[in-house]
């Protein structure tokens, strides 16, 4: 029933940009509208997450492994960001 | 058939990570946007990663995404709590309806630390139950 295919179809990889973008416009929506800065920190760190994602599929669709490198390093300082900005904004708010 | 299983990955790992983007904009405060943003979107690239091993099929490309994995299952969980913490000593209100909170009055105003549950302000009368445990509580 399920026939052959070489590799993930293109068609795939297609939809799969589109809702990885639908996804980061709409963090990107509750980045914009907040209302505490640290639901915009969330939101950061959720569009450094889907952008690792896009690489990832993207990886996939042009057959290329050197682009996981990418995915690492960015979710890496996805973190770094994240944990900076809370640190700083509990300090703020102790003193 | 380990092309299928690749496409299948790939497909339910998007999926959820449109579904954390929507519950980031749809859930009522933040602590449940944290829950949302760490939880589906750790699942979301796990399964995306899993697509990226089986559609190479090396071991050099399985190990960096693996490598992927586990800094992101190590470091969401962390930087989740941060945010959280972070976000309830600035007092962000919680959504309406949530009951109990059982933080309430748990964090000391100055320092910052997390004391017993025991020793809060409301229950002050009654002697802390363990105050000679560990030095966190009644800190």
Redo the contacts between chains.
């Keep these: 029933m399920m026939g052959r295919i070489e590799g993930v179809p293109d068609t795939i990889i297609e939809l799969a940009m589109v809702a990885l973008a639908v996804a980061i416009v709409l963090a990107f929506l509750r980045l914009v509208r907040g209302p505490s800065l640290m639901d915009r920190v969330t939101s950061l760190e959720l569009i450094a997450t889907l952008v690792a994602g896009t690489v990832a599929v993207y990886a996939v669709g042009a057959d290329d492994p050197a682009l996981i490198d990418v995915a690492i390093v960015l979710a890496l300082v996805a973190f770094l960001g994240a944990v900076a900005f809370a640190r700083y904004a509990e300090l703020r708010e102790r003193s | 058939m380990t ?2 299983l ?2 299948i990955a ?2 339910l ?3 959820l ?2 579904l ?3 519950g ?2 749809r859930m009522p405060d ?1 602590y449940m ?2 829950q949302v ?1 760490s939880k589906a ?2 699942l ?2 796990a399964l ?2 899993l ?2 091993a089986l ?2 099929g ?1 071991l ?2 399985t190990i ?2 693996l ?2 994995l586990i ?2 299952f190590l ?2 969980p ?2 989740a709590h ?6 309830y ?2 007092r ?1 209100p919680l959504a309406v309806g949530t009951t109990p909170d059982d933080l309430d009055g748990a964090y000391d ?4 630390r997390l004391s017993g549950i025991d020793d809060r302000p409301a229950q002050a009368a009654e002697p802390p139950a363990r105050a000679d445990d560990s030095g966190i509580i009644g800190s």
């Design positions: 092309d299928w690749a496409t790939v497909i790992g998007v999926v990570c449109l954390s983007a929507v980031v904009v933040v946007r944290l943003a979107s750790s979301g690239i995306l990663m697509g990226v559609h190479f090396e050099s490309v960096r995404a490598l992927v800094f992101l470091t969401a962390v930087s941060v945010i959280g913490r972070a976000a000593i600035a962000t105003a100055e320092t910052g």
